[in-house]
Structures are given as C-alpha cells and as structure tokens.
C-alpha cells in the first residue's frame, strides 16, 4: 500500500538528520573527519576516506584538550593529513581564526596547505564555509573572517602574528625553528590559542631545539606523543 505523503516526509527526515550530521561536524573535529576524503598517489588506491586509524582517533582527543603538543612521528601515519584537516576546520568554523602553517621551505608550506584545500573541495556543499582568498600560500572565509597561511621558516615567520592555531610541520628540519618557536609561543600563551610541532627526526642534528621541547616534556607544558612505523594497518617487520 503506498501511502500519499510518504516520500516527501522520508526526504524531510533524510534533510533533518543530514543537517544534524552537519552540526555536529561543525562542532566536532572527529565528526568532521566522517566527510573527510584524502589521496594516496599511485600506486595507492587514489581518492579515499580518510581512516581513522586508532592512534589518529587518540591525537584527535589530544587535539581537543591540549595546547600545547609535541609530536614525533615516523613517516606515512598520517599526521599532515590529519593536520591538514584539522587547519581546515578550525579556520571554517572558528570565527575570527587564524591558522599558521610553518614548513621547512616555502614548497613545504605549499603541499601542507594542499591538504586543506584537497579536502576542502571534496566536501558536501552544507559544510563548506565561502572561500575568499584561494593561492598556494592562503586560503581565507570572509564570512568568518578566518584563513590558514602557509609559511617557509624564516627568522622573521610568525612574528607579530597573533595565531588561533600554530602548526610547526616537520620541525626537526627547520633552521629557524628556535625563532620562529620565540615569535609565537607569546601569542598563543596570550590568546590561548594551540601549538603543534610535529615531525620525522632529523638524524644530522642530535641537539636540537625540537628535540629538547620533545624530552623535556611534559614539564615543560607540552603533550609528548609518539607513534612508530607500526601504528599504520598493514606494516609489518
């Protein structure tokens, strides 16, 4: 029996919970990743959803409760990409945000901010916030009044910038980190605003400043996280 009315209150349902679906991802960093889609480049298997592997779901937690996190990392466990993601939902949906990407070189920032907009792109149309400004080194929401800047580490980055979200990528590898780490550190301890320095380890240079903040933690204020080459599905010896 077909009952007169039923699509249409079927179709209301799906719009009603797809809206809550949206809220919550909006609200919620690890909702968010459920619409979130990454490329693994040939040979891999191309566009896909990004997996939630469990020691991303632990960082997510960490991402959600800390301010301060110093993360070393072995390669290909999907650290950028979480962060690429995690830059872009900040500046989306935290008005007045913004987002500092550090990288060792200018190229570097540049395939780091590649991410967000990757993922950006591939995302329903209910939750992308309007994208103003949209290059290699900045991507803005004027309705926000937010964006995400990608920069190489120079003596000068970071400075008189006050940052919603710092992320200091590969930092074992910056030859300016100790200043760029002066010229930011202040703002996000003024602003309560979130620092992140992850990266592989540099094996040319044993004393170095990511390093230190890396053992001295957490002492120094900083969440210490760890993941080896064996967190990621599918690596064995």
């Known amino acids: 029996m077909v009952i007169i009315g039923q699509e249409p209150q079927e179709a209301l349902a799906l719009e009603v919970g797809e809206a809550a679906s949206y809220a919550l991802a ?86 780091l901010l590649s991410k967000s907009r990757f993922i950006y792109e591939r995302l329903p149309e209910g939750l992308k916030t309007t994208l103003g400004t949209d290059s290699r080194q900045e991507l803005t929401f004027p309705t926000m009044e937010s964006g995400i800047r990608a920069l190489p580490s120079t003596d000068k980055a970071g400075r008189s910038t006050t940052a919603s979200l710092v992320v200091l990528d590969e930092a074992d590898f910056h030859e300016h980190l100790e200043a760029n780490y002066a010229a930011v550190k202040p703002t996000i301890d003024d602003g309560g605003g979130q620092l992140i320095m ?40």
């Not at 903040?213 to 957490?218: C, I, N, S």
């Open 198 to 237: 992850v990266s592989t380890s540099n094996a040319a240079n044993a004393r170095s400043m990511f390093k230190r903040v890396y053992q001295e933690a957490p002492d120094n204020g900083f969440k210490k996280v760890f993941y080896g080459w064996n967190v990621r599905p599918g690596r064995d010896n």
């Open 26 to 111: 909006k609200r919620h960093f690890s909702d968010f990743l459920e619409y979130v889609q990454v490329l693994e480049p040939p040979p891999g298997r191309g566009v896909i959803p990004f997996e939630r592997w469990p020691h991303l779901v632990e960082v997510c937690d960490f991402l959600n409760e800390e301010k301060l996190i110093v993360w070393l990392k072995s390669r290909q466990t999907g650290a950028s990409w979480l962060l690429g993601a995690y830059a872009l939902w900040t500046a989306m949906y935290k008005e007045g945000a913004l987002v500092l990407l550090l990288s060792q070189g200018e190229e570097e920032s540049k395939v």
